[in-house]
């Protein structure tokens, strides 16, 4: 059996002024800066073993600073990226609505929604499990911690509680820095939970009704 905990990065630059960048690597505002202490102080007596996360700086300086709190080095991997947003990349939100009508399935229907010119949603869950299965086969009785972003959280959601990935638009984005527990067995998923970040307090942020 492999644990893992999984944490969302803190607010990137990206997510304080609406933007979606997939790719695009922004790193973390000064509030994404003290969520992600908070989070590794939270974090620091958890039994971490091994810390991997998404090369993306804004997953790899929330990841760095539980590796400080835990003394544990980091191993970073592309794998763990945020879906590529093709022509999407570092647009507004605002701005991807008015230019492309098929932002409006990624809005109503994210589980069948492809970024124009991009990753399909259903590519990056396929992306996302399989190095989480690996991660696990090589990490068995580990307990692991995962730095990653917050669409990577919502898809695995959907394989950890076994629905289809049309199901997707029914399950809530995870605030940033928030941590999900769940362990791996045998080939079965096991939730203990998803999204935790009461441990953030008045530090809490989570993305607009727009994305």
Not at 86 to 94: A, D, L, N
Not at 160 to 174: D, H, T
Request: proline share 3%; charged share 20%.
């Amino acid at each position: 059996m492999t644990k893992f905990i999984l944490v969302r990065h803190g607010q990137s630059e990206g997510n304080a002024v609406q933007t979606f960048l997939g790719h695009t690597d922004m790193g973390l505002t000064e509030l994404g800066h003290k969520q992600a202490q908070v989070t590794a102080e939270y974090l620091k007596d958890a039994g971490i073993d091994v810390i991997y996360t998404s090369d993306l700086i804004r997953a790899y300086d929330t990841a760095k600073c539980i590796g400080e709190a835990t003394g544990i080095p980091l191993i970073a991997s592309p794998e763990l990226r945020e879906i590529y947003a093709g022509k999407w990349e570092g647009m507004s939100f605002q701005k991807i609505a008015d230019t492309y009508p098929e932002y409006q399935t990624w809005l109503t229907d994210i589980g069948n929604a492809v970024c124009t010119g991009g990753e399909s949603v259903r590519d990056l869950q396929k992306r996302i499990n399989a190095e989480l299965v690996k991660i696990a086969s090589l990490n068995d009785g580990k307990t692991v911690c995962v730095a990653t972003h917050g669409t990577p959280l919502r898809v695995m959601t959907c394989i950890w509680q076994n629905l289809s990935l049309s199901e997707a638009k029914n399950i809530p984005w995870v605030s940033n820095a928030s941590v999900t527990t769940v362990t791996y067995d045998s080939g079965k998923w096991h939730i203990e939970n998803i999204g935790y970040d009461e441990h953030l307090s008045g530090l809490i942020s989570k993305l607009p009704a727009n994305v």
